[in-house]
């Protein structure tokens, strides 16, 4: 009995030796998994910073970059940010890191869908027709990269860490991540002020008188007029034409013309030219075609230069039969 106890003894001593031989390789191997997963989280994230610092520096000092030029590099930059969302959707993903990874991927599905829009409107906002819309746009994508920052910060770097720490590891936390570096660059005027630096111009002024007015509005025929309802009937796609006046004292190239339903996606069209003193107009199909009464909304966009621009837009109140 004596033997058969010590045999036992034995055999749970070396029981518990191996299982707690195995619980230490496997929290050794999870404890390597989630370093390895914040080590390549940061390269991804020095990265960023790094194509980051090159954009802004461009857009803040130019030097002597052509439009050509300065296009390529930002379509350049686009590609990077683009890189790094891939990287991103490749990553090994320890099972605790799950809810961190989901809110990293929007970050930077967020940062190359901004990136990525930008380059697409940076030949537009370089250019003479359609630059002030353009410019726009552009500042309008650096709302979306400074949403990117803050689920970043308040989201992914906290729970990654936070998971780090809960395992016992030390020195691997991830670092922080801003795209945006200044909140200036949030400012429509901040990116057109850079931008017309890279495109010859100095302060995205232009001399002389220079603006636009709505003129008259109809819809397959039938006038519109702001607070009196207008019915349209018949079975063929509205079109809506639409008069622009030029006001100023210089011809205005690439005037955009845009119609909306109900505050929905936006319709445009543009006119090649106006000259000065003159009326043009541009005929725009609203697709798919709206029934009852919907609201339909009037603008066209201001030219540089132009100081006023409250009649450059109206609504109007149209019942389809």
Same mark, same amino acid.
């Given at each position: 009995?004596?033997?058969?106890?010590?045999?036992?003894?034995?055999?749970?001593?070396?029981?518990?030796?191996?299982?707690?031989?195995?619980?230490?390789?496997?929290?050794?191997?999870?404890?390597?998994?989630?370093?390895?997963?914040?080590?390549?989280?940061?390269?991804?994230?020095?990265?960023?910073?790094?194509?980051?610092?090159?954009?802004?520096?461009?857009?803040?000092?130019?030097?002597?970059?052509?439009? +050509?030029?300065?296009?390529?590099?930002?379509?350049?930059?686009?590609?990077?940010?683009?890189?790094?969302?891939?990287?991103?959707?490749?990553?090994?993903v320890?099972?605790?890191?799950?809810?961190?990874?989901?809110s990293?991927?929007?970050?930077?599905?967020l940062?190359?869908?901004?990136?990525?829009?930008?380059?697409?409107?940076?030949?537009?906002?370089?250019?003479?027709?359609?630059?002030?819309?353009a410019?726009?746009?552009?500042?309008?994508?650096?709302?979306?990269?400074l949403?990117?920052?803050?689920?970043?910060?308040?989201?992914?770097?906290?729970?990654?860490?936070?998971?780090?720490?809960?395992?016992?590891?030390?020195?691997?936390?991830?670092?922080?991540?801003?795209?945006?570096?200044?909140?200036?660059w949030?400012e429509?005027?901040?990116?057109?002020?850079?931008?017309s630096?890279?495109?010859?111009?100095?302060?995205?002024? +232009?001399?002389?008188?220079?603006?636009?007015?709505?003129?008259?509005?109809?819809?397959?025929?039938?006038?519109?007029?702001?607070?009196?309802?207008?019915?349209?009937g018949?079975?063929?796609?509205?079109?809506?034409?639409?008069?622009?006046?030029?006001q100023?004292?210089? +011809?205005?190239?690439?005037?955009?013309?845009s119609v909306?339903?109900?505050?929905?996606?936006?319709?445009?069209e543009?006119?090649?030219t106006i000259?000065?003193?003159?009326t043009?107009?541009v005929?725009i199909?609203?697709?798919?075609?709206?029934?009852?009464?919907?609201?339909?909304?009037?603008?066209?966009?201001t030219?540089?230069?132009?100081?006023?621009?409250?009649?450059?837009?109206?609504?109007? +109140?149209?019942?389809?039969?």
């Amino acid at each position: 009995m004596l033997r058969r106890g010590l045999a036992l003894g034995g055999g749970l001593v070396v029981l518990i030796i191996v299982v707690l031989g195995v619980k230490g390789c496997l929290d050794a191997r999870a404890h390597r998994e989630l370093s390895d997963y914040a080590r390549n989280v940061t390269e991804i994230v020095e990265g960023t910073e790094q194509t980051s610092k090159r954009f802004f520096a461009k857009l803040e000092e130019p030097g002597n970059l052509s439009v +050509t030029e300065f296009t390529n590099e930002v379509n350049a930059d686009s590609s990077a940010m683009s890189g790094y969302a891939s990287r991103v959707d490749g990553l090994s993903v320890p099972g605790d890191m799950g809810n961190a990874q989901n809110s990293l991927e929007l970050v930077y599905e967020l940062r190359a869908s901004a990136m990525e829009k930008i380059a697409a409107k940076m030949s537009t906002a370089l250019g003479d027709q359609g630059s002030t819309k353009a410019m726009g746009a552009v500042a309008k994508q650096m709302q979306v990269l400074l949403a990117s920052d803050v689920v970043y910060e308040e989201v992914v770097r906290p729970e990654i860490n936070g998971v780090l720490a809960s395992n016992g590891i030390s020195g691997s936390d991830v670092p922080k991540s801003s795209v945006i570096p200044d909140p200036k660059w949030l400012e429509e005027s901040t990116v057109a002020d850079a931008l017309s630096v890279i495109s010859g111009g100095t302060s995205g002024e +232009t001399s002389g008188i220079h603006g636009l007015g709505l003129g008259g509005v109809s819809v397959n025929g039938v006038e519109l007029v702001e607070g009196a309802p207008a019915v349209v009937g018949g079975e063929e796609t509205p079109e809506v034409e639409v008069q622009v006046e030029n006001q100023g004292e210089s +011809t205005e190239n690439g005037v955009s013309v845009s119609v909306s339903v109900d505050g929905g996606s936006t319709l445009e069209e543009s006119i090649e030219t106006i000259a000065a003193g003159e009326t043009s107009s541009v005929t725009i199909p609203l697709t798919p075609s709206p029934s009852g009464s919907v609201t339909l909304e009037i603008e066209v966009e201001t030219v540089p230069g132009e100081k006023v621009s409250s009649n450059n837009q109206a609504s109007y +109140t149209v019942t389809f039969e």
